[in-house]
């Protein structure tokens, strides 16, 4: 009975959560103008340092109109959670680093879904932040972390993650091709739609509440990370 009444619980709560706005507003978008944050930086590269000769050094190139900006030829890790997040790690590896993702990785382990996002892959996961978790009504992931819940936190974990690697690019182009938006078909049997709104990459769920990336392209070993501003509920 106890656990009836539990299941029921986390039914009542995952219902009256939608996890923000309903996405509205899709348009296409060319990949060049993609915002989202990726691995390299996305600022023109820029010459720093004391003259030469008494001349100050020359302007920085400017990119020319449509193209993508100048990246470093070496660039660092991605920063996450004020942690490098190294492409020669797998996802689980570099996860447990972030301080921006306990909840996630305490939830994952929950679920028993260490082992399968260890596993060779690739997967693509809709990585919410401790604050994505935070916004969700009072209660619910303290009652999704419970063994009863294991099936219901399951599903909503595999529903972040497309398998696949779907890095910025691609993602861009299956937003052009698709007249705006693109469908993707996440591990859980649902489905995610990705679109722009403005400046913002934004990732709709089932039941109409949808998330911003805020960091995209962290690549892993068997895999990438984009990072995302709200939970993704399943239907």
């Given amino acids: 009975m106890k656990q009836l009444v539990l299941a029921a619980g986390v039914t009542a709560l995952l219902t009256a959560c939608a996890g923000g706005m309903s996405g509205s507003g899709m348009s ?48 660092g890790p991605v920063m996450v959670g004020g942690a490098p997040m190294y492409p020669s790690k797998d996802i689980i590896d570099n996860a447990v680093n972030s301080r921006d993702h306990t909840t996630l990785v305490a ?17 693509t996961v809709f990585a919410p932040t401790n604050d994505a978790f935070a916004l969700l009504p009072a209660g619910t ?22 398998p696949g690697r779907v890095d910025a690019a691609t993602l861009g182009k299956m937003i052009r091709a698709g007249g705006g938006r693109a469908v993707l078909n996440t591990a859980s049997g649902g489905t995610l739609v990705a679109s722009m709104r403005g400046p913002d990459v934004i990732i709709t769920d089932a039941k109409g ?24 509920l399943p239907g």
């Fill in 141 to 162: 992931v303290e009652t999704l972390l419970q063994p009863a819940n294991k099936p219901t936190l399951v599903k909503v974990l595999t529903y972040h993650v497309v």
């Fill in 28 to 75: 296409s978008v060319d990949a060049r103008s993609n915002p989202m944050t990726t691995n390299g930086g996305t600022g023109a590269m820029t010459m720093n340092g004391p003259s030469v000769n008494g001349m100050a050094p020359p302007p920085p190139p400017v990119p020319m109109a449509g193209s993508m900006p100048m990246q470093s030829s070496t660039p």
């Fill in 107 to 123: 939830a994952v382990k929950a679920a028993g879904l260490v082992g399968t996002l260890k596993g060779p892959g690739p997967f």
């Fill in 209 to 232: 509440g949808w998330a911003r990336v805020t960091t995209a392209d962290v690549f892993q070993s068997n895999g990438v990370i984009h990072v995302v501003d709200h939970v993704l």
